[in-house]
């Protein structure tokens, strides 16, 4: 199984970048699927997250400027970061976790993302 992250990149403060993350699993609507982050000297940290029935939460530092969604058909997932700031600059990874009793989850390998201010 392989999560392949793309879209991250330099972005002046203020600006808006759209990250996407491609999933070879065989059946994707299964999974829940969740965008992190971690940024230099920091742990890793939830960021948005969308369930296997379009559910989603997001982190209070990124609510009302991010949006997460999901393409079943395609198998991947987005996340919309509007109004970047410095505190956003971070390596940002997908994960999939199945739903129910299993304990499958996999992660993508990051795709960073600087702000500059």
């Known amino acids: 199984v392989q999560l392949q992250a793309c879209g991250g990149g330099l972005v002046q403060s203020g600006g808006s970048l759209r990250l996407s993350c491609a999933a070879s699993l065989t059946i994707f609507s299964i999974y829940n699927m969740a965008w992190y982050r971690q940024a230099p000297g920091k742990q890793r940290e939830l960021v948005a997250a969308?369930?296997?029935?379009?559910?989603?939460n997001y982190a209070d530092s990124v609510k009302g400027r991010c949006i997460i969604s999901r393409d079943n058909a395609k198998k991947t997932v987005d996340l919309q970061m509007n109004n970047l700031n410095a505190e956003d600059t971070a390596v940002y990874y997908c994960?999939?976790?199945?739903?129910?009793?299993?304990?499958?989850?996999?992660w993508g390998q990051g795709t960073l993302v600087t702000v500059s201010s």
């Open positions: 994960k999939a976790k199945r739903v129910g009793w299993s304990s499958d989850e996999y």
């Open positions: 969308i369930s296997s029935t379009g559910t989603t």
